[in-house]
C-alpha cells in the first residue's frame, strides 16, 4: 500500500493517525505541495484533484478523500473501530467529522489561499486573519457540540478515539500552529491533548515527519 502525503497536510495526517490506529504499514510517497509536486502529470494520474492525501493499494485501486480513505480502512480492518455500532453515534461522529473536513479545513487549504492572494491581493495580515477567523469559528462550533453533551467521554464520542477525534486533532494542531490558545474551547483543548498523548496520535504530528522540514522541527 502507497501512501502519498505531505508533512504540513492536515487530511493526510488524519490518514496517518487511521494508519497508526489500525497498525496497517505503507510506504510513504512525499508529495511536496510547497513545491508544486501535486501539480505534475505523475501526481494528476493519480488523483486529478491534485490533493492529498491518496492511497493505493497493491492491486493498484486508488482512493483519495481522506474520511473515505478511511471509511475503508474501517470497513477493510474494523479492529479498533472508529465509528461506534449504533447509527446515531456514527451519525454524531461523522457529523462532527464533517464540521472539520468539510466546513472548515476547506476554507485553509493551498488552493484557497492561493487564490485569495494572486487572484483576490489578499495576502499578510489578511491572510492570517481569514486563517485564523475560519479555524476559530470550528473550535467554538466543535465546542458548542461537545461540552456538556452525555456522549462525549474522554474522546468526542465515549472514551475510545473515533473518526471525531481524527479530524478534532487535525484541526487543534492548525490552531496551534497559527498560535490560538485553546482556553477559551476546553473540551476541545482536553480531548486534544488526550488524543496527542497517544502514539498514534502524536507519530503522526506534522512536525514529526520524514518530509518535516528541519528548522520545523521542535528543538530540543
Ligand atoms: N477534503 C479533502 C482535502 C484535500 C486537500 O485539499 N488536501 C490539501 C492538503 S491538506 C491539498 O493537497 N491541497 C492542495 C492544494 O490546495 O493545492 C480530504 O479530506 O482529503
Excluded at 495576502?123 to 458548542?144: F, I, S
Excluded at 494542531?173 to 476546553?186: G, R, S, Y
Amino acid at each position: 500500500m502507497k501512501f502519498f502525503s505531505f508533512w504540513r497536510s492536515q487530511a493526510s495526517f488524519r490518514v496517518r493517525i487511521a494508519l497508526n490506529l489500525k497498525k496497517l504499514p505503507s510506504e510513504v510517497v512525499f508529495v511536496d505541495l510547497d513545491a508544486d509536486v501535486h501539480h505534475a502529470d505523475e501526481f494528476r494520474r493519480i488523483n486529478p484533484q491534485m490533493a492529498l492525501p491518496a492511497l493505493v493499494e497493491d492491486d493498484g485501486t486508488t482512493l483519495f478523500q481522506s474520511l473515505a480513505i478511511i471509511e475503508y480502512l474501517e470497513e477493510t480492518h474494523p479492529t479498533p473501530p472508529l465509528l461506534p455500532a449504533d447509527p446515531r453515534g456514527r451519525a454524531r461522529v461523522r457529523a462532527l467529522a464533517l464540521m472539520v473536513a468539510c466546513e472548515g479545513h476547506p476554507l485553509l487549504v493551498p488552493r484557497v489561499r492561493r487564490y485569495l492572494d494572486h487572484e483576490l491581493n489578499v495576502r499578510d495580515t489578511q491572510q492570517t486573519a481569514w486563517r485564523r477567523h475560519w479555524t476559530v469559528e470550528t473550535l467554538a462550533a466543535l465546542e458548542g457540540h461537545l461540552a456538556g453533551h452525555r456522549d462525549t467521554g474522554r474522546f468526542c464520542h465515549g472514551d475510545q478515539p473515533s473518526l471525531a477525534d481524527i479530524c478534532l486533532a487535525g484541526h487543534a494542531t492548525v490552531a496551534d500552529m497559527l498560535q490560538i490558545n485553546l482556553a477559551p474551547w476546553p473540551t476541545v483543548k482536553r480531548i486534544y491533548e488526550t488524543s496527542m498523548a497517544m502514539p498514534e496520535f502524536s507519530t503522526a504530528h506534522p512536525l514529526a515527519q520524514a518530509d518535516t522540514p528541519e528548522a520545523m522541527r521542535p528543538k530540543g
